[in-house]
Structures are given as C-alpha cells and as structure tokens.
C-alpha cells in the first residue's frame, strides 16, 4: 500500500503529458502532396527550410530528426520547435530528393506545409 499511492501519481501524471506529444496531422495534403511542393527533384540548393506542424515538444524534433538523419544525403538538421522550421542540410555532390525529405517528415507522424530554398 506504501508504494500504491506514489506509483498511482506517476501513472495519472503519464497519462496526463503523453497525449501532449502526440502528432496532431493537420487534414489536407500531408508531405507528399503537391502543395507542399514536394517534387522527386533533387535539393540543389542548402539548407532546405521545411514548416512543420505538429511539433510540440523535444521529443517530436528528436524523432524528426533521427528520420532525416537516415535520408541519404542528409548531412545535418537543425529544429525550431517555436516556429516548426526545420532546417536541412544536405551533401551537394550527393542530395537526396525533396521527395524523400517529405517522406521522413510524413513516416515521423507530422505535417510538411511548405519547403523553402534558399
């Protein structure tokens, strides 16, 4: 009974921030839509800025940015959780395609509205 009380509280205050982390997909054309200008082209230019939504916290960015980190010619990535600016750095003699980008963005669970070149 001694250890009940404190491991009920651990458990009502998980439940109460895990859905605070969840992915909230905006309706429309996710990261592979034509609106989000996503092309099978690739980036010529770097950093690609992508707006993201959906991003609440640092465990979205983490998982944003382990997915792009896998993307062949990913080199870095850098995260704004405040404005969900997610910058792409990519290997110029080797890009990966904005297509493939926008998949990793979609496969994290979140909503690319737009991707914006330098």
């Known amino acids: 009974m001694r250890f009940q009380i404190p491991f009920m509280a651990v458990m009502a205050a998980a439940l109460l921030v895990l859905?605070?982390?969840?992915?909230?997909?905006?309706?429309?054309?996710?990261?592979?839509?034509?609106?989000?200008?996503?092309?099978?082209?690739?980036?010529?230019?770097?950093?690609?800025?992508?707006?993201?939504?959906?991003?609440?916290?640092?465990?979205?960015?983490?998982?944003?940015?382990?997915?792009?980190?896998?993307?062949?010619?990913v080199t870095d990535v850098n995260i704004n959780l405040a404005d969900g600016a997610v910058k792409v750095h990519v290997d110029k003699a080797n890009p990966p395609t904005y297509a493939a980008l926008a998949r990793a963005v979609d496969q994290s669970g979140f909503t690319l509205v737009k991707v914006e070149t330098p």
């Open 19 to 73: 859905p605070g982390c969840s992915s909230t997909r905006t309706t429309g054309d996710s990261m592979t839509g034509a609106s989000a200008g996503v092309t099978d082209e690739p980036v010529r230019q770097s950093p690609v800025t992508m707006i993201v939504h959906g991003m609440s916290c640092p465990l979205c960015a983490n998982n944003i940015d382990l997915l792009l980190r896998r993307v062949r010619g």
